[in-house]
């Protein structure tokens, strides 16, 4: 795989006294430790049965066709944040999600993974908040935390808009990356990589604080076992509102780019896989793009 550096990418805070970059990725203690403080956005994410069905109103899928899972992409943020803390030898990794108490079943798979601490933000207003409205209503938790990392999940494997971390960095002016794979901490920075077009392996140099998004590279991390599942509920997880940070509910409700206007099944011709030889294969595919250009 080619791989290529690129120049340093920079960033800075537009809130007073909010994230001050520092001269490496971390302030230094003793000898070869640092501090590495890291938030961690998470979300719950639906998943469908095979024979899903839609509710009667046309707006929601229903409960019993429909089961939930910490989202892939933010389970290896929340991975490599545990590592990074670990590699600096000394720090924080702070789980945040945007959600009911449904969404405390998330919170707490991160703790079982390692993580330090986890905060749960909600109010009714966020119930129609989409990508753009929560990457606002993250905004004041970040500022609060001021935390040297913010390490999101590149996409959602629900949603799929890829856009939740790219807007939360705009919103706090951070240098940022996407579609991150890999993070290296040298002595006055970080070494990110991330998969370009052609198979290229990307290097840039970033300094903190950054945010970056991270996609995943490889097998999907292993659940935790049930003694981690075990100590992490006996751990508090704390609730905000939006009200108690100080947020302003107009500006997250004005931050929403796209109402939800309902849901449909697709329609159209049941997939079938094609079966025969190696020559019968060949042939059914030649037939498909055939058709695909007489359209």
């Known amino acids: ?5 690129t120049s340093e990418v920079s960033g ?3 809130s007073s ?3 001050q970059p520092e001269s490496g990725p971390a302030r230094r203690l003793l000898g070869d430790t640092y501090v590495m403080k890291i938030v961690v956005p998470v979300k719950r994410v639906a998943i469908l049965d095979a024979d899903f ?30 590592r990074l803390r670990q ?10 999600t945007i959600a009911e108490e449904s969404g405390d079943e998330a919170i707490r798979e991160c703790l079982a993974m390692g993580a330090d601490r986890g905060l749960r933000v909600w109010d009714q207003s966020l119930v129609v908040a989409d990508a753009l409205a929560v990457a606002r209503a993250l905004v004041p938790v970040v500022e609060r935390e001021a935390p040297n990392l913010v390490l999101c999940g590149a996409r959602s494997s629900d949603a799929g808009f890829a856009s939740t971390g790219i807007a939360l960095a705009e919103h706090l002016d951070l240098a940022r990356v996407a579609v991150v794979t890999d993070i290296t901490v040298s002595s006055s920075s970080l070494l990110v990589d991330r998969e370009v077009e052609g198979g290229t392996r990307q290097r840039l140099r970033i300094g903190t604080p950054a945010l970056l998004t991270i996609q995943g590279c490889g097998p999907r991390p292993p659940r935790p076992g049930r003694e981690a599942f075990v100590e992490a509920d006996g ?7 939006l009200e108690a940070l100080g947020a302003d509910e ?5 931050a929403v780019g796209a109402w939800l206007l309902g849901l449909r099944r697709t329609t159209g011709p049941e997939a079938k896989m094609p079966v025969g030889d190696a020559s019968q294969l060949a042939e059914r595919v030649i037939e498909i793009v ?4 007489d359209r």
């Open 12 to 14: 800075t805070s537009r």
């Open 250 to 254: 107009q500006d997250v409700d004005g």
């Open 1 to 5: 795989m080619a791989t290529a550096e």
């Open 53 to 82: 069905r839609l509710t009667d109103d046309g707006w929601d899928v229903s409960g019993d066709t429909v089961s939930h899972a910490l989202n892939e992409c933010d389970a290896y943020a929340c991975q490599m944040a545990v």
């Open 290 to 293: 055939a058709g695909g250009r």
């Open 87 to 96: 590699e600096c030898g000394e720090g924080e990794v702070v789980i945040v």
């Open 17 to 19: 006294g909010f994230l």
């Open 235 to 241: 751990r508090p997880i704390e609730i905000l509102r």
